[in-house]
Nanobody, 114 residues
Framework: QVRVVESGGGLVQPGGSLRLSCAAS??????TAWYRQAPGKQNEFIAR???????EYGDSMKGRVTISRDSPKNTVDLQMNSLKPQDTAVYSC??????????WGPGTQVTVSS
């Protein structure tokens, strides 16, 4: 059974940093991506990491985020810097298998506020 879990969310002050982690088990993945959804807004693409190491970033947080694999922990992490109040959202991890099946995690809340 495939299980996807995000962690690392929380409350941070404007200008601060957070590191989110996406852990998955059960099957191999060719792609891991991070999205976010703020109240009343559509789901927004942040970044993706392919199994070959290639990365892509969306415009919303480009220059302030880095997606990477932590091999010892077997997670895909999203390092977020210079956070702003408008970055407040639920951040979710999407994984895609080589056959194209996708799995979402439940999400982790990030709140940027003083």
């Amino acid at each position: 059974q495939v299980r996807v879990v995000e962690s690392g969310g929380g409350l941070v002050q404007p200008g601060g940093s957070l590191r989110l982690s996406c852990a998955a088990s059960g099957v191999g993945f060719e792609l891991t991506a991070w999205y976010r959804q703020a109240p009343g807004k559509q789901n927004e693409f942040i970044a993706r990491l392919y199994s070959n190491g290639a990365t892509e970033y969306g415009d919303s947080m480009k220059g302030r985020v880095t997606i990477s694999r932590d091999s010892p922990k077997n997670t895909v992490d999203l390092q977020m810097n210079s956070l702003k109040p408008q970055d407040t959202a639920v951040y979710s991890c999407l994984l895609r298998t080589p056959l194209g099946t996708t799995y979402w995690g439940p999400g982790t809340q990030v709140t940027v506020s003083s």
